[in-house]
């Protein structure tokens, strides 16, 4: 099977998602390179456009050619048995569609499947499952209350329910912000939840190909401007990410068994990485992504290099899973 790193994507993650590739190609140069455009077509590119283009967490990758359609390129990946390391994020890349359309062809992939997949994206439903596994998760605010819920907590924070990098972040810390929140509801489904004290975190989870599973070192996420928003995560260089997290020894056993338990719970495959808030009564549960990035400053990969494991090796094994779970 040839390896090929599959980037881009048709929503706005896939700024991110040219970042994770270039990590991806240095550690895999011997892969070939796919571009997903917007456009809904694939397209061979080479490692000098990839490597070149500067910028990418603020600049769009434009590809060379006209490319084909994305389904006759899976048609093409499962004639010539590439197994597709997916160094995409959000939307269809990580709702699950992308990964059924390569289950019905028996393409290899890297990552959880569709059902998984379909299941993480959506953070009310990843909730409930992380609640069912124990996990003590936020009550949700239906839009309708959101006064009432404002009125009670003093402090509510809202996402889109089904999107990533936290594009779309909005603290309701004010009677103005309520109707910052309600605007933004008009164009997608919006999470609301009251407001978390305490320090945010985040933890891996990695499925080995030899059939091992553990929980990575906690990171704790020290925001630059008090937000762990897109900017902060990917163009402030003041937002720390301390890996191993400074958790007590008690609460850094928590989160990583709570962030087993989520990645169980939602049937997750290969490896995924959840959020928290350590608040005083312990870890709370905020989401899963089970395509988290890759990127040189992600923080996937830190949690990789503090565990001793080799981020050239983790891709290499995520691989060879891929291709025995497609044999399977």
Sequence with gaps: MRATILFGGTNKERLVSVASAQALHRALPDADLWFWNVDDTVHAVTSEKLLNHARPFEVDFKPDDRGIGLAAALDDAKIEERV??????????????????????????????????????????????????????????????????????????????????SYGLIFVNAKQDLVAVRNAAKAEDYLIEPFVSGVEATCGVLEQS??????????????AEGAFDYTAKYLLKSTQEICPGRFAPDISAAIMDHALRAHRALSCSGYSRSDFIVSTTGPVYLETNTLPGLTAASLYPKALKAQGIAFADFLHDQVELARRRTQR
């Design 84 to 165: 597709l390391v997916l160094g995409l994020h959000g939307g269809r890349a990580e709702n699950g569609e992308l990964q059924a359309m390569c289950e019905m062809r028996g393409i290899a992939f890297t990552g959880s499947g569709s059902a998984s997949s379909n299941l993480a994206f959506d953070k009310v439903a990843a909730k409930r499952f992380a609640a069912i596994a124990g996990l003590n998760a936020p009550q949700g605010v239906a839009l309708e209350q959101i006064d009432q819920a404002f009125a009670a907590h003093g402090r509510l924070i809202a996402k889109p329910a089904k999107d990533g990098s």
């Design 210 to 223: 030899d059939g091992t599973m553990f929980a990575l070192p906690p990171i704790e996420i020290v925001p």
